[in-house]
Structure formats: C-alpha cells, structure tokens
C-alpha cells in the first residue's frame, strides 16, 4: 500500500500540484487538501504518514512570511498535529511551508515543540531571488537525506535568510541539526552567482527538528525533479553524449521525495 501523503493548501499556498506530483512520481498516494477542511474535521491529519507545507504566499506575507498561516495551524490543529509527532511520521516544509515550520515552533525546536527559536528574514539584498542553487548534506540524521551528498535546486523568495541566534546556532551544530549549506558548484559557477543566495547566516538553507523527521528547507527540491529543469541541462546533455554517458532523466530533487516514500515501505 502506498504511503499517503498530505499536501497542505489554502490562502496562498501555491505549489500544492508540483508538491503532490513530486510525491506520487517517488511512489506515494498524495493529496491536496485545504486547511479549512481539516479544521471542519473532513479529513485527518492522523490518516496520513506524510505531512507537507508546501511553497507559496500564505495571506500575501502581510503579517511576515508563513505567520499568519502558522497561527491558523496552532489556533485550530495544534493538538491533532502534536499527536502526528509523536507517532512514526514525517513533515516536510519546503519555502513558505519551511517559514511556517519556523513559526510554529516545530523547527529547530532544540527545547519542545511550540516555541519560535529562529527567524527567516527578508532577503539581504532586499529583493526577491529565483534562481537554481547547489546545497551541500550537512546531516544523515533524518530519513529525508538517506544517501544524498548534494542538490543543485531553485529557490524562491523573498524571505529567506535565515537568521539563528548565537546559542541556538552552537545547539544546532553540536546536535547535527543543520541539513543544508549552499556552496559555490556547478550552478553557482554556471550562472555567476554568489553562493548563497540571501545571506542566511552561515550560509545555512534548511534544519531538522531533534528526531529527524521534521525537515525545512528553502530551495524547492519539487522544481528540481528532472534533469531538463536544470538551466544548462542542453549543455550537460551534449557533454554526456560526447563522452558516452546516459542522459538522466531525474533531477537531484526528487531523492528527498524517494527517501520519505522508502521510509514506509
């Protein structure tokens, strides 16, 4: 039976298809569901293994990236998603669903589940960035970076640097908590650009919560499926043609997707 997969939605969420689509290309059974139904108890968080916030807009950033929606989420689902934690589950929040981890406490939460540890700010040249980055694995303490080395993904926002206080920040390293790093590879390289993209602090682009199974990042690994979503991918295809190599049909992204779908099989 395929694990079941929740995609979170509503009020400006916006990359709810290419989320689910990640999902049930790995192998799952996601579903696309709006908040409001699951605080009208349509649905269950409970029914499912996988959670995900997915990237977006919740409410326009008016009230800070992921705030607002993360107060919907505390207001109206706290008790039903601490009950999800406490069970051998896994969340992902990629982008405005990372923000939303963020302010609801569930990420780095060093201390318990509930409390803000960290922020994510707006960007250091206070502008909004879209472009593909290259992430170093700093941890293999969570499933959702079994036998990952590296990324080379999109990002997108305008809040996204990420800001830890000093305590926390050697919590963090001392506990292996950091997930990813941007560096200076092959996309940084490529399009010459600085390797971090925002100015987050250590140039640090996703964390786990203690257990592992809480990730946020970000960089979209869902708009980095497949091999032609790179932006030198006919450079890369003519290289691999001259010197007798397959062409990839997938991208470094998807691995995250195939790690969670694994951990359930």
Known sequence: MKPKVLVFSGYGLNSEEETK???????????????????????????YQILAFPGGFAYGDDTGSGNAYALKVRNHLWAELLQFIQKDRLI??????FQILVNLGLLPATQKYGTRE????HNKQARYVVRFVDLNVETHKTPW?????????PVANGE?????????????????????????GEMSTYLDLPANPNGSVEDI?????????????????????????LPNWPLLKEQYKRQGRKIPKEGSGLKIFQNAIKYFS
């Not at 689509?21 to 029914?47: E, M």
Request: glycine share 12%.
């Open 21 to 47: 689509f990640a999902f049930d290309w790995a192998g799952g059974s996601a579903h696309i569901v709006h908040i409001n139904d699951l605080i009208n108890k349509k649905f269950s968080l409970l029914d």
């Open 92 to 97: 992902i929040g990629i982008c405005n669903g």
């Open 118 to 121: 960290v922020g994510l700010m």
């Open 145 to 153: 970076l079994k036998d990952i080395k590296s990324l080379s993904i």
């Open 160 to 184: 996204g640097r990420l800001s830890i206080p000093g305590d926390i920040l050697r919590n963090l390293k001392k506990r292996d908590m950091i997930a990813f790093r941007y560096f200076k």
């Open 205 to 229: 682009a996703g964390l786990i919560d203690p257990t592992g199974k809480i990730l946020g990042l970000m960089p979209h690994p869902e708009r980095g499926m497949f091999f032609v979503q």
